[in-house]
């Protein structure tokens, strides 16, 4: 079963310092999408991304955050200066094109802790 | 008011019980709505879309009120397996793909 893939699965960094998740969607979905869990809470929605710009985003996603697609595979999410409370499970996820009602696949998150 | 809430549980049940779990959401212009489930950690996976006609998927049954803006789903003949959070999910409104979670329901399922 095709799967997105996230790396690395567990970050820890200082705070103010850069990070950059990365994700591979499905080869052959056209809508990505960042979400984020702090720990005990519920899943929040980032960023939606098509045809290589932002669709959608969340009052979350600030100037501190960015996102890019590199090249034809990847799909990442910067943070430019990290804060204590950005510390949480980022997820990744992708969807086809196509019936409203299509649910996304998502990745199995990338563990950020910042310190 | 919450724009997904949910009961947060635990719901503890024996295996091959009967369990249903509710859901409500403030956006009426909300289009597409699911179930997901969520094991301890791990990313939410979807479990089923959820149609105004209703839909069944094996042991699982999910309902839509649009009227009510009301969601449900029913788990039969539970199983161990079964236990993990499930989190009801909306989206934004028409053209929108942005998803919208609840905090979610824990389900235990006991031998």
């Known amino acids: 079963e095709p799967e997105v893939t996230q790396t690395p699965s567990h970050q820890v960094t200082q705070m103010g310092q850069e990070v950059i998740l990365h994700c591979v969607p499905i080869s052959n979905h056209l809508y990505f999408y960042w979400y984020r869990q702090i720990l005990g809470q519920k899943v929040e929605f980032l960023v939606s991304f098509y045809n290589n710009e932002i669709s959608e985003k969340s009052e979350i996603f600030d100037d501190q955050f960015s996102v890019e697609r590199p090249d034809g595979s990847n799909f990442t999410l910067k943070i430019r200066s990290t804060k204590l409370e950005d510390s949480a499970m980022y997820f990744c996820?992708?969807?086809?094109?196509?019936?409203?009602?299509?649910?996304?696949?998502f990745g199995s998150g990338t563990r950020l802790t910042v310190v | 008011r919450k724009e997904v809430e949910q009961d947060p549980g635990p719901f503890n049940v024996p295996e091959g019980a009967t369990v249903a779990f509710n859901c409500t959401y403030s956006?009426?212009?909300?289009?597409?709505f699911f179930w997901y489930r969520q094991d301890c950690r791990k990313e939410p996976k979807l479990l089923m879309s959820?149609?105004?006609s209703g839909n069944e998927d094996g042991r699982f049954t999910a309902q839509l009120n649009r009227a009510s803006q009301y969601i449900s789903l029913l788990i039969r003949d539970s199983k161990l397996s079964d236990s993990a959070t499930y989190l009801c999910v909306v989206n934004g409104g028409t053209g929108r793909r942005a998803l919208t979670f609840g905090s979610g329901t824990r389900l235990q399922v006991q031998p």
């Open positions: 996820a992708s969807s086809e094109s196509g019936a409203r009602n299509y649910g996304y696949t």
């Open positions: 956006n009426s212009a909300s289009q597409s």
């Open positions: 959820v149609y105004s």
